[in-house]
């Protein structure tokens, strides 16, 4: 199990205290937050969240906060790291955190009931990114796709697409590869398409689209209208033209909302401090993606679906969004 608390050395305090002799210790208290792989917008955001919390968040005593974002793989392993205690914190997509709590989908029989929120961040846009020759879903029967690695929540959307829209798994190629390897797949011609659910712009598709032609096809229409009714935390998204070099066209899609998460286990103050730092600092994360300026306080509780952490709770409840 990963140790949360750590005590840094000793630091000699200035003035008049070095003469004497007199020191002081500083406990460090680590904080990682597990995000997704490099190509897509968890780990840009928690690597600036990491920052903020640690240049802002404050705790009491002798002790200072000291967060690290970190490569993860993505929404359904995060939640299994959170549920085991692996890591303090993670970015998981409404729709897994959900079924992971209540033991749904792919954790039937693996409810992990120690999982608790913290709050949602921004909406995650589901790209379903193929050569130019593809416009359509159905053109995509016999073609080589990518979902993800199996059992992941871009794995587990791939097949509720493809029942939606009156096929199943053995009617594509399935490829596992990750955005960026997907992306590079893509350009080389050596896939037909990739299932990438990340805030947008994401940086595999921008990079992508730079150097070669790309289709984003639409979900919309009675398939899709079916899939929400199934998966209720899917709401319906327009990615507007010009997002992506050569797609000049509002492309409809869907879209779910990414939350932050924690375990029962973290400290209230700790829980309490982090989601004050995001909360109050979310134009540092504007900085880094435009997604983050969709992090607000008005939307906190957006999609939040599981117990809140009583640090949170207790945030939101002096900033009255809850009584």
Request: proline letters at 3%; charged letters at 20%; aromatic letters at 8%.
């Amino acid at each position: 199990m990963r140790k949360t608390f750590k005590v840094a050395a000793l630091s000699v305090m200035l003035g008049g205290m070095l003469s004497t002799g007199v020191v002081h210790a500083e406990e460090r208290v680590f904080f990682g937050i597990a995000t997704g792989g490099t190509g897509g917008t968890y780990y840009p955001l928690g690597g600036m969240l990491a920052q903020t919390i640690t240049e802002t968040a404050k705790l009491d005593g002798d002790r200072a906060l000291s967060a690290t974002a970190e490569t993860g793989n993505a929404s359904v392993a995060n939640a299994a790291l959170l549920g085991r205690k692996g890591i303090e914190s993670a970015f998981i997509a409404a729709d897994v955190l959900d079924a992971a709590y209540h033991g749904s989908g792919q954790f039937e029989g693996k409810k992990l009931g120690n999982l608790r929120a913290l709050g949602a961040l921004y909406p995650e846009t589901v790209q379903l990114v193929a050569q130019p020759e593809f416009k359509t879903f159905a053109d995509l029967k016999g073609q080589s796709v990518s979902s993800g690695s199996p059992g992941s929540g871009q794995w587990q959307l791939l097949g509720d697409l493809l029942d939606a829209y009156g096929m199943n798994r053995d009617d594509v190629k399935e490829d596992y590869s990750s955005f960026t390897q997907s992306a590079e797949k893509l350009k080389d011609n050596n896939l037909g398409a990739s299932l990438i659910t990340a805030g947008t712009p994401t940086s595999s598709i921008v990079e992508l689209s730079n150097g070669h032609a790309v289709s984003i096809i639409p979900l919309e229409g009675d398939a899709i209208d079916a899939l929400r009714k199934a998966q209720p935390y899917y709401t319906t998204f327009t990615l507007p033209a010009g997002t992506y070099k050569g797609v000049d066209v509002d492309v409809n899609t869907i879209a779910v909302r990414a939350i932050w998460a924690t375990h029962a286990d973290l400290p209230e103050d700790i829980a309490y401090a982090v989601t004050k730092a995001l909360y109050e600092n979310t134009d540092a994360l504007a900085k880094v993606h435009v997604k983050g300026k969709e992090i607000t306080l008005k939307t906190a509780l957006d999609s939040v679906s599981i117990p809140l952490h009583p640090g949170a709770e207790r945030y939101y409840r002096e900033k009255g969004l809850i009584e």
